[in-house]
C-alpha cells in the first residue's frame, strides 16, 4: 500500500531529524515560521475536513490554478 510506504518514510524522516541527522528540519529543529501574509487561512477548529478541502478547491478555482469539476466534467 502507498500511503503505508509514505508513513514509514515520514516516521523516518522525523527519526533522524530528532537524532540530529537532519538539520534545519521544520518542527524539529527549525520554527515553523507563520507567514505574514497567507494566501489562505483555513481554521481547523471550527471546520471539518471535507469543509477545509472544499475551501482549499475553491480558492485554488478562483486563482485560476485549477479547474472545477464542473468545468472538468462539462
Known amino acids: 500500500r502507498a500511503s503505508a510506504a ?6 523516518q524522516l522525523y527519526a533522524k531529524a ?22 489562505i487561512v483555513i481554521d481547523t477548529s471550527i471546520s471539518t475536513k471535507m469543509q477545509s478541502c472544499s475551501q482549499i478547491l475553491d480558492y485554488l478555482v478562483e486563482q485560476g490554478l485549477m479547474q472545477s469539476d464542473a468545468a472538468v466534467k462539462g
Do not use: L, M, N, W
Request: charged share 35%; aromatic share 10%.
Open 18 to 39: 530528532r537524532a540530529g541527522e537532519i538539520r534545519q528540519f521544520t518542527g524539529i529543529s527549525d520554527p515553523y515560521e507563520q507567514p505574514e501574509h497567507a494566501e
Open 6 to 11: 509514505s508513513d514509514v518514510y515520514k516516521r
